[in-house]
T-cell receptor, first 114, second 112 residues
Framework: KQEVTQIPAALSVPEGENLVLNCSFT??????LQWFRQDPGKGLTSLLL?????REQTSGRLNASLDKSSGRSTLYIAASQPGDSATYLC?????????????FGKGMKLTVNP | GAGVSQSPSNKVTEKGKDVELRCDPI?????LYWYRQRLGQGLEFLIY????????KSGLPSDRFSAERTGESVSTLTIQRTQQEDSAVYLC??????????FGPGTRLTVL
C-alpha cells in the first residue's frame, strides 16, 4: 500500500529564506506526483505536477524535483514571502489500483514571518 | 475560466439526517474525484468517475455513502443517516488529459 510522508509537520522561517520541503513515498510505481498548497478554510491549489518520466518542474519561485527510484520529491521555494504561509501537500497517483486517485501526505504547515 | 465549484460551502445537520453535496467540475474534464479531509487527518479518497466507465467506489467508507455523476458534468455525493464521524470537509476535484487534479473549495459538513 502506497504511503506518503512529509517531514517536518511544521516549519517557521523568517522572510527571504530559500526553503526545501521534503516528500517521500514507499512505492516507486507512480504515474505522477503533485504538489498543492492549502490556505486555512480553503480548498487545494495545484502548484506543480511532475509526470513519472520527468525529473523536475518549475513555476516562478517554485521548483519541484522527483527521484522516483528513491521515492523522494522536494519542493524548493526561493526567497520565501509571508504570502507563502500555508500548508503544503504532496500527493502521488499509484499505478496500482486501477483509478488515478491521489494518495496524500499529511502536509507541512509553513509559516513565513515578516 | 471557471474552476471547480461545490455547494453548499457549509452544511450543519443533525445525526441521522441525509445530506447531498454537489460538485461542478471544470468544463471538459472527464475525470472527477471526491475526497474527504477530517480534522487532523490527511485527505482520503472516496470515489472516482471517468467518462462512461464504472466508477471506482473503493474509498467509500460505508454503504451510507453514494455518489452519482451525470455524463461528464455535475456530481452529487449523498450521505444517508449521517453520523458524527462523517463531520469533515468534502473536496471534489476534476482532471484534464494531463491528469493534473484541480480542487474545489470544499463543503464543510458538521453533524451534530
Amino acid at each position: 500500500k502506497q504511503e506518503v510522508t512529509q517531514i517536518p509537520a511544521a516549519l517557521s522561517v523568517p522572510e527571504g529564506e530559500n526553503l526545501v520541503l521534503n516528500c517521500s513515498f514507499t512505492d516507486s510505481a507512480i504515474y505522477n506526483l503533485q504538489w498543492f498548497r492549502q490556505d486555512p478554510g480553503k480548498g487545494l491549489t495545484s502548484l506543480l505536477l511532475i509526470q513519472s518520466s520527468q525529473r523536475e518542474q518549475t513555476s516562478g519561485r517554485l521548483n519541484a524535483s522527483l527521484d522516483k527510484s528513491s521515492g523522494r520529491s522536494t519542493l524548493y521555494i526561493a526567497a520565501s514571502q509571508p504570502g507563502d504561509s500555508a500548508t503544503y501537500l504532496c500527493a502521488v497517483v499509484p499505478t496500482q489500483g486501477g483509478s488515478e486517485k491521489l494518495v496524500f501526505g499529511k502536509g507541512m504547515k509553513l509559516t513565513v514571518n515578516p | 475560466g471557471a474552476g471547480v465549484s461545490q455547494s453548499p460551502s457549509n452544511k450543519v445537520t443533525e445525526k441521522g439526517k441525509d445530506v447531498e453535496l454537489r460538485c461542478d467540475p471544470i468544463s471538459g474534464h472527464t475525470a472527477l474525484y471526491w475526497y474527504r479531509q477530517r480534522l487532523g487527518q490527511g485527505l482520503e479518497f472516496l470515489i472516482y468517475f471517468q467518462g462512461n466507465s464504472a466508477p471506482d467506489k473503493s474509498g467509500l467508507p460505508s454503504d451510507r455513502f453514494s455518489a452519482e455523476r451525470t455524463g461528464e458534468s455535475v456530481s452529487t455525493l449523498t450521505i444517508q443517516r449521517t453520523q458524527q464521524e462523517d463531520s469533515a470537509v468534502y473536496l471534489c476535484a476534476s482532471s484534464n488529459l494531463n491528469n493534473e487534479q484541480f480542487f474545489g473549495p470544499g463543503t464543510r459538513l458538521t453533524v451534530l
